[in-house]
């Protein structure tokens, strides 16, 4: 959890990976419930439907952004995370051991 000025980002997986019982899927699902972008929809459908299934399978990790004064959501950011896929063909065996390592 990060605080900046009057905000605070809080990664959902927070909410998902927690053992309090004020937290957990089906709270974060009724907290989400209350956003609205009426200016797109895709926006807010992502968030509300898509978001934790998402951070669930590792395909993305969801931060919300709130309020301090009073825990309001204010806004959201998602990081895709997507696999780097490289050819070997072109390195020397060095290399690809080397990068080998990596993955």
Same mark, same amino acid.
């Given at each position: 959890?990060? +605080? #900046?000025? =009057? %905000?605070? #980002?809080?990664?959902?997986? @927070? &909410? /998902?990976?927690? @053992? @309090?019982?004020?937290?957990?899927? @089906?709270? /974060?699902? +009724? %907290?989400?419930?209350?956003?609205?972008?009426?200016? =797109? !929809?895709? #926006?807010?459908? %992502?968030? !509300?439907? +898509?978001?934790?299934?998402?951070?669930?399978?590792?395909?993305? #990790?969801?931060?919300?952004? /709130? *309020?301090?004064?009073?825990?309001?959501? /204010?806004? &959201?950011? *998602?990081?895709?995370?997507?696999?780097?896929?490289?050819?070997?063909?072109? %390195?020397?065996?060095?290399?690809?051991? +080397?990068?080998?390592?990596?993955?």
């Amino acid at each position: 959890m990060q +605080q #900046v000025n =009057n %905000f605070i #980002v809080l990664n959902i997986r @927070d &909410y /998902l990976e927690n @053992d @309090d019982g004020r937290l957990g899927e @089906d709270k /974060l699902l +009724q %907290f989400l419930s209350g956003f609205s972008c009426p200016l =797109n !929809k895709d #926006v807010e459908r %992502f968030l !509300k439907q +898509q978001s934790v299934e998402f951070a669930k399978k590792q395909q993305a #990790v969801t931060y919300l952004v /709130l *309020s301090l004064e009073d825990a309001e959501l /204010l806004g &959201y950011f *998602s990081i895709t995370i997507k696999p780097l896929v490289v050819r070997a063909e072109p %390195f020397s065996n060095a290399v690809k051991r +080397q990068l080998k390592h990596l993955s």
